[in-house]
């Protein structure tokens, strides 16, 4: 058998307490698609961005056609033909498509500092050809559908062929989350196209394309290489067995201490919230329920949620609490009606990374560590202490930089921002366990479940459909911003991912 | 000289150092021994500099600086820049020397309500239509420069009878000029208002993180117009305190303490993009620029050198006191 294109062994990446890569061996041989399946904090984007050299690595190597190389950024990375499509898109939108696919590698193109137009477009034409698309190169790139800037994206990782002289390694990072199901079959034929003359790295979460576009699977767990499925005759079940591991398997969503729910009065009612991004939205939360909202992105859920929380204009509808009629027109107002958010970016919106532990956690309800005007340093004290006891948040201090915790501490610190005023009626909760290893996400379960338990309504955008199902007791599903179908998911009948698939495509 | 960290109690010091690298620990004090150095340099350079008359002469001095610096130190927390302030400093003496005559006594805290207001209407201006702070303050300089020179006639506006405003060119016993004790009282009081309210974690919740901060329901809005506020009230004091040393308001008088005041913030440690710093290291960087000012000249450099000499020495203050691990972009 020839050399593999790409290979990796033993590597290790540790973050502040979470060892996000832990010996990973990885091997893709030449003109092969490779899945990389795995669940949220297993692995799989700081092991893609080892191989782009955004991330180096404590220790193990990676070979390149055999060769052991060290990357050490996107230039070095592409210097050995190995290229990344992002899951954001990287495209520059007011340049044309030809200017986006030689951006950073001109080559003929720049002459004397100056753009040679025509040499430029046949480069860019060069490699749409190959991909065998049709898009205009000149375009704008802003004019283009998602689907076709995905295309010009795959040309423009294309052009690192012609820096390393060999067949590149292609990374396509969850490039099906934001396309239409026909545009998706597109990019099928174009990456069964590209194993002509490539190697393929197909990260996905649906592991129904994993298995239908590639030809063996590498599943991460937990930072390690937990096996190999070729997918021939291979089924997602099997495959998810391996991703979450035997001890997914027993109580990890606490759904022994699910709370039974009275939906008499809905603690949340919405009729009608309509916004940029999502119509006529209808939701009831009752005290001590979580509803799940799933939806694939752009369906809109995430600014139904921002919604909620007065962080996103709307343009019609009620939003009641309680029964009682209340205006979201800021934050504040959504805050003073004991409406709390858990953002899905904790580090750059959920905290204030360089405050403290204390600071962050009583940032909100200012009036719960003060007495009067004033801060009383010995009651802000003895609030954090005890919330950092209650929620076992391990940290050296509560003047400790909240920056310095690990994700899951952090999280923690971030909902108890939330519980410490003792007025919470309805939290939000936005992808609150991404990023988080088993245990702290177990952690944060546990939490939801206490919370419901004393009465809290939950909204919850889970991190995957799994989740989800774990932890709700009702899941709404949207589809272009609209809400398609409600599924009943108590305990002992729960239904499975792929019937929510079904309904959110 | 300490920088208070809001809400520290005093009894935990030993994790607030734990966790702190002694470099970095060191940068927290830069600002104070780059003062305690040129003090030392300049005692050297020139030993009578370091007598009682000299240093009430550049106390005296560094008083309205020290002012304008500790306001706008707090736009800046906020993670905004306040270009204004030396422009509307100068438009106040202006005021404040054709409204004495009239007002009398009352007229210091008129000019001082005035300047605040404007400031607030930059900073609503700044909030509500959404343009860079830097944009509107640069605007509200031009228009406030403007405004000066208008309402004073283009000239000088003499006051006749300082009475109400003489007190602050006193001394307090003998050798303290009360500009400087006003001044000190200022960041001390600007210092403690946001130590014992939940102002401190507010400015800084908004200077490092604005969206972190709004979606934790911080007044982020009301914080900045805040701020903006005191700033501009600020700049009113430091009028005062200049007319009552020059018996006169002129509609150029305090434009040229802007980029001292800038770099007083900066040298202080303060960081411009928002969030990490205090007033307390706004008072040391507003000493330090006062005494380069002062002392270059008394080391002899030719004052065609100085300018040279002291922006030189002012980027590599602000290379040495800047807190690298605290900034993540510089821009």
Same mark, same amino acid.
């Given at each position: 058998?020839?050399? @593999? ?40 984007? !700081? ?6 050299? =955004? ?35 990287? =495209? ?38 190959? +991909?065998?698309?049709? +898009? ?47 545009? +998706? ?61 035997? !001890? ?44 799940? +909202? ?18 996103? @204009? ?14 979201? !027109?800021? !934050? ?10 858990? @953002? ?17 956690m009583t940032l909100t309800k200012q009036k719960a560590r003060c007495t009067g005007p004033f801060v009383a340093p010995g009651k802000q004290a003895g ?113 499975? @991912? ?8 | ?13 030993? *994790?607030?150092?734990? %966790? ?22 300049? %005692? ?11 240093? *009430? ?98 000239? %000088? ?38 130590? /014992? ?54 509609? *150029? ?25 205090? /007033? ?52």
């Amino acid at each position: 058998m020839s050399v @593999p294109a790409l290979e990796v062994r033993g590597l290790v990446k540790h973050y502040p307490g979470v060892k996000a890569l832990d010996g990973v061996d990885l091997v893709v041989r030449q003109h092969e698609v490779l899945g990389l399946a795995g669940e949220n904090g297993a692995g799989k984007s !700081t092991l893609l961005k080892a191989l782009v050299g =955004l991330v180096t690595p404590d220790a193990g190597e990676i070979y390149v056609r055999g060769e052991p190389v060290r990357l050490r950024s996107v230039v070095e990375a592409a210097g050995h033909g190995i290229g990344m499509v992002f899951q954001e898109q990287s =495209l520059v939108p007011n340049l044309t498509a030809a200017e986006n696919i030689v951006l950073g590698s001109e080559g003929a193109a720049v002459r004397r500092g100056l753009y040679r137009w025509d040499t430029m477009r046949r480069l860019a034409q060069e490699q749409l050809d190959k +991909i065998g698309s049709h +898009i205009d190169p000149l375009a704008r790139t802003d004019s283009l559908s998602f689907a076709d800037r995905q295309m010009v994206e795959i040309a423009k990782v294309l052009r690192i062929e012609q820096r390393s002289q060999h067949p590149p390694v292609v990374i396509l990072d969850e490039p099906t989350s934001v396309l239409e199901s026909k545009e +998706i079959e597109t990019l099928f034929a174009q990456i069964r196209r590209l194993r002509e003359f490539a190697s393929v790295i197909f990260v996905s979460h649906r592991l129904d394309e994993v298995l239908d576009v590639c030809d063996r699977v590498a599943v991460l767990r937990g930072g390690q290489s937990v096996g190999e499925v070729t997918t021939e005759g291979a089924v997602p079940r099997e495959l998810h067995r391996m991703m979450i591991g035997s !001890t997914g398997s027993d109580d990890h969503y606490h759904e022994n201490a699910a709370v039974a729910v009275s939906s008499e009065q809905p603690r949340l009612s919405v009729r009608g919230l309509s916004g940029a991004t999502f119509k006529d939205i209808d939701l009831d939360v009752a005290a001590g329920e979580i509803v799940g +909202i799933v939806g694939v992105h752009g369906s809109g859920r995430e600014d139904v949620c921002r919604a909620l929380f007065g962080a996103e @204009p709307t343009t019609a509808g009620e939003v009641r609490m309680d029964g009682k009629r209340i205006d979201l !027109t800021s !934050t504040r107002a959504a805050c003073a009606a004991g409406i709390g958010y858990v @953002p899905a970016e904790r580090k750059t919106e959920g905290m204030v990374g360089p405050m403290s532990v204390a600071d962050n956690m009583t940032l909100t309800k200012q009036k719960a560590r003060c007495t009067g005007p004033f801060v009383a340093p010995g009651k802000q004290a003895g609030l954090v202490d005890r919330w950092i006891e209650r929620l076992s948040i391990r940290t050296p201090g509560r003047d400790t930089a909240i920056g310095r915790l690990s994700g899951g501490n952090q999280q923690k610190v971030v909902l108890a921002r939330w519980l410490v005023g003792g007025d919470i009626r309805l939290l939000l909760l936005d992808h609150p366990t991404r990023g988080l290893d088993i245990g702290a996400r177990s952690e944060v379960y546990r939490l939801m479940r206490e919370l419901a338990a004393t009465g809290v309504a939950t909204v919850l955008l889970a991190d995957s459909l799994e989740e989800a199902i774990g932890m709700a007791d009702r899941i709404l599903v949207m589809t272009d911003g609209r809400v398609a179908t409600e599924v009943a998911c108590p305990n002992g009948g729960k239904p499975s @991912p792929l019937d929510l698939v079904k309904e959110m495509v | 000289m300490s920088t208070p960290v809001a809400m520290k109690p005093a009894a935990e010091p030993a *994790t607030a150092k734990s %966790t702190a690298r002694p470099a970095a620990r060191l940068t927290g004090f830069m600002p104070l021994i780059a003062l305690v150095v040129l003090v030392a340099a300049l %005692t050297v350079a020139d030993p009578d500099f370091l007598t009682q008359r000299s240093l *009430t002469a550049a106390s005296r001095t560094a008083a309205p600086l020290i002012v304008l610096a500790a306001g706008a130190t707090l736009v800046v927390l906020c993670g905004g820049i306040d270009l204004s302030i030396a422009a509307l400093a100068s438009l106040s003496t202006v005021l404040l020397a054709l409204w004495l005559p009239d007002l009398g006594g009352l007229a210091t805290p008129v000019v001082i309500l005035a300047a605040a207001t404007i400031g607030a209407v930059q900073g609503v201006a700044h909030v509500l239509l959404r343009i860079p702070s830097f944009i509107v303050t640069l605007g509200g300089m031009s228009v406030l420069s403007a405004v000066a020179l208008v309402v004073s006639g283009a000239g %000088t506006v003499r006051v006749v009878d300082d009475t109400p405003v003489a007190w602050l060119d006193l001394y307090l016993g003998g050798y303290v000029p009360m500009s400087a004790a006003m001044a000190l009282l200022v960041v001390a009081l600007i210092a403690l208002v946001l130590k /014992v309210t939940p102002l401190q974690s507010w400015v800084s919740a908004t200077g490092y993180s604005e969206s972190a901060a709004r979606l934790a329901g911080t007044p982020v809005d009301l914080v900045k117009i805040g701020a903006f506020c005191v700033s501009g009230a600020c700049a009113g004091f430091a009028a005062v305190m200049l007319v009552s040393r020059q018996f006169s308001g002129g509609p *150029t008088m305090a434009d040229n303490l802007l980029l001292p005041a800038v770099a007083a913030i900066v040298v202080g440690g303060t960081a411009i993009t928002g969030g990490h710093g205090s /007033v307390w290291r706004s008072l040391a960087g507003a000493l330090v620029v006062t005494l380069l000012r002062v002392g270059l000249p008394i080391v002899g450099v030719p004052s065609a050198y100085e300018q040279i000499l002291y922006g030189a020495i002012i980027v590599v203050a602000v290379a040495l006191t800047l807190d690298g691990s605290k900034v993540s972009i510089i821009k």
